[in-house]
């Protein structure tokens, strides 16, 4: 058995989401990047065995009706292509459904470790188009951010869990939004050692029914 590597070579795509896109699936969304690699004739790299797959992972999942700009796409190639960032991304755009953007492309070491297992953090920017009062925002923040522990029970599979999710806020702040309203930036923590959802940071501030949006705009790798 041969223990050459078939990775010719790794790329790491960092990307937009936005538009309808925010209501499909991470699955789907990895199927829709299947689709745009093939389109822009990349060489993919697929599984062996009877059920094929391409050897393409994003770092880390993005929840349902969030719109983002740092997603990040892992793909490996099967054969080595000449590598520029600026025309790459073109050509990936060329061919990108509506909402689906292309920010950055880098070459990666091949040996180099998984997204996954570094990034420990994310920020996201919550904003409330119908408006909020920004001294009650204040104290709902302060209140929960004073707090030394914040129990949360879970069910899954009818099993119990319990967890405490005051470590997983890792800063709450307000800002102002586009519109020169204020909106909720929220430093939350995400990857292996837990993760803490902005639908359940909303619930836990008491404000889940207000109509808000919510923004992926930064993930925070772990050094390598």
């Known amino acids: 058995m041969s223990h050459i590597s078939p990775v010719a070579q790794r790329l790491r795509i960092t990307f937009g989401k936005s538009g309808p ?3 499909t699936s991470n699955l ?3 199927k829709i990047w299947e689709r745009v690699l093939r389109r822009a004739d990349l ?4 599984t062996q065995g009877f059920n094929t797959r391409p050897r393409i992972s994003l770092a880390m999942p993005l929840p349902l009706g969030i719109s983002s700009e740092c997603e990040i796409l892992e793909i490996a190639l099967k054969t080595q292509i000449d590598f520029c960032a600026d025309s790459l ?5 060329a061919v990108a459904p509506q909402g689906l953007t292309v920010q950055d492309i880098k070459e990666v070491g091949l040996r180099a470790d998984r997204l996954h297992s570094r990034i420990d953090s994310a920020e996201y920017r919550i904003e409330f ?3 909020i009062n920004r001294d009650t925002l204040q104290c709902k923040l302060e209140t929960l951010l004073a707090r030394d522990a914040i129990i949360i029970e879970r069910r899954r599979k009818r099993k119990r869990s319990v967890m405490d999710a005051r470590p997983l806020i890792l800063a709450l702040k307000i800002a102002a ?3 020169g309203g204020d909106c909720l930036i929220a430093h939350l923590s995400v990857g292996d050692r837990g993760n803490m959802r902005p639908d359940q940071l909303l619930e836990l501030l008491g404000l889940s029914q207000r109509y808000h949006k919510v923004h992926r705009f930064k993930l925070h790798i772990m050094p390598g």
């Open 89 to 93: 991304g073109m050509r990936l755009q």
């Open 28 to 30: 789907d969304i990895a």
């Open 177 to 179: 939004d586009v519109a």
């Open 21 to 23: 896109l925010i209501y």
């Open 43 to 46: 060489p993919i790299l697929y």
């Open 129 to 131: 188009p119908d408006g």
